[in-house]
């Protein structure tokens, strides 16, 4: 999915006249920044994010910024916040440190927005974070697992469950089919090496063994040379952890080319439609740890329904499209709480006393660190390509993950 000129004429502008007010060329509000709009009480409310539009992220970040974009639209549909509109100025994180931070200083600097929901990827966050800890800048995300984020600071909030609990849980899964011994390979980024460490740690802690690791860095396109040295270990089972899905479906595919006729385990990327498209027949069989996609609440079976008639296909990411559905509703509430867009402090102790039930659950809150708590995994199975659709996104859920 390439969305260059798109990205930034549909996703941005596709709710122009309630939420986005669209910029020449950054894509950002230009009509005044949050602050001079906020000394009227007719004027909106402004809040920004960070979602990957373009990048090795993109396949999930669009479906995520449209879902936001989707919350944005019903709450203005129903009369907004206090009688007054939401706003929600997008900017492109590409999911890289680097350009977070510059879409993070035009949210700040130049908007002058002090709610950020975002970013989609870890690295993007880990990114951004030191700064909205300094500034006093909330950063709210929908998708941001790596566990460095626990603890990032004060204003840093996020719906993601941390890949210290998914590491946790493969740990544990893998102990728990009798693999002995692994390979890994995984991606060298903040989320991807997150999920590896996580995972390792709790599988040595119970008595397991990693033969032998790769990395690859995200430009690559080809794995062979990572692969044939890890073919060459004996080990019960391969874990992989990918920040992209053509890497992670790459890799599937070509492992299976190259001979390996043993378990894959992973954690969600992997298990992506773009991913499954590519590794086909491949990736039959993959089991992994993800959030639970099957959105069982009210809200949950809601929203994957207004988000088939609003954009004309099933949610392809239904946990995080989800999760950042949650985000938007859960602004809104801490808005109507605070009245007050550039009340930072007041919007903070907002979610340290919520409890929310919403699309990705019921009855969730966030700890000392801003991280989510009462939202758990399940494992997943690819199934064979003959099986898959597009309702049921190519695997089926298994269980919920075994204790250690």
Not at 57 to 75: D, F, Q
Not at 225 to 243: E, I, N, P, T, Y
Not at 248 to 272: C, F, M, N, W
Request: charged share 20%; net charge negative; glycine share 10%.
């Amino acid at each position: 999915m390439k969305i260059n000129s798109w990205a930034r004429t549909v996703v941005i502008c596709l709710l122009a006249l309630l939420v986005v007010a669209c910029g020449e060329d950054s894509g950002t509000a230009t009509a005044g920044t949050a602050a001079a709009e906020h000394a009227t009480s007719e004027a909106p409310f402004v809040i920004g994010a960070l979602d990957s539009l373009t990048g090795v992220g993109e396949s999930y970040g669009i479906p995520l910024s449209r879902s936001k974009l989707l919350a944005v639209e019903e709450i203005n549909a129903a009369g907004g916040i206090n009688g007054r509109m939401l706003k929600l100025v997008i900017e492109d994180s590409k999911c890289t440190s680097t350009d977070a931070i510059t879409a993070y200083q035009r949210l700040t600097d130049v908007e002058g927005i002090k709610i950020i929901l975002g970013a989609t990827c870890s690295g993007a966050t880990l990114g951004a974070a030191p700064l909205a800890e300094k500034d006093g800048v909330i950063l709210f995300s929908p998708s941001s697992t790596s566990p460095d984020i626990t603890g990032a600071g004060d204003y840093i909030f996020r719906t993601a469950i941390s890949s210290q609990k998914a590491g946790t849980d493969v740990g544990n899964l893998l102990w728990a089919s009798g693999v002995r011994t692994i390979v890994t390979i995984s991606e060298a980024t903040d989320y991807a090496e997150g999920s590896r460490r996580a995972a390792v740690a709790e599988f040595e802690r119970l008595g397991g063994t990693v033969a032998a690791a790769e990395s690859y860095p995200t430009d690559a396109i080809d794995f062979r040379s990572q692969l044939s040295k890890l073919l060459r270990v004996d080990a019960d089972a391969m874990f992989l952890a990918a920040q992209g899905e053509v890497s992670g479906g790459t890799i599937i595919k070509q492992a299976r080319e190259l001979g390996y006729d043993g378990p894959i385990y992973s954690e969600v990327v992997p298990t992506g439609p773009n991913a499954l498209e590519i590794a086909g027949e491949h990736a039959t069989g993959l089991k992994a740890i993800v959030p639970d996609p099957e959105l069982n609440t009210s809200t949950g079976t809601e929203f994957l329904t207004k988000f088939r008639d609003r954009f004309g296909g099933v949610a392809p990411w239904p946990w995080f499209q989800g999760s950042a559905y949650d985000g938007v509703y859960i602004a809104a509430e801490c808005l109507r709480q605070t009245n007050d867009d550039q009340d930072v402090e007041g919007f903070r102790d907002c979610l340290n006393g919520l409890t929310w039930s919403g699309a990705i659950g019921d009855d969730y809150s966030f700890d000392e660190n801003g991280d989510v708590v009462g939202i758990s995994h399940v494992v997943i199975e690819v199934l064979p390509v003959a099986e898959r659709t597009e309702e049921n996104l190519g695997h089926r859920v298994l269980r919920t993950p075994p204790a250690s």
